[in-house]
């Protein structure tokens, strides 16, 4: 299984889940903001009490493997 990276395989399950109120203009972006790769990476399985099934697999295999932020592939 390749390596989960927040660019790649986080952050579009976030904007499709967490939108409008983890990204801009949202009503808890000021807190939480998803966008923002820091946030995500300190908040790491907390991510899993709203994802469920597929989703939540990713973040947990993305956390058990370094909470990667983007590939070093160019």
Known sequence: MP???YQADILPILASQCR???FS???VYGRYPFDDYETVASLGLKLNTRLKGKDADVVKQWVKTGKVEKSAQP
């Open 3 to 5: 390596v989960q990276t």
């Open 20 to 22: 409008p109120c983890h």
């Open 25 to 27: 203009g949202g009503k």
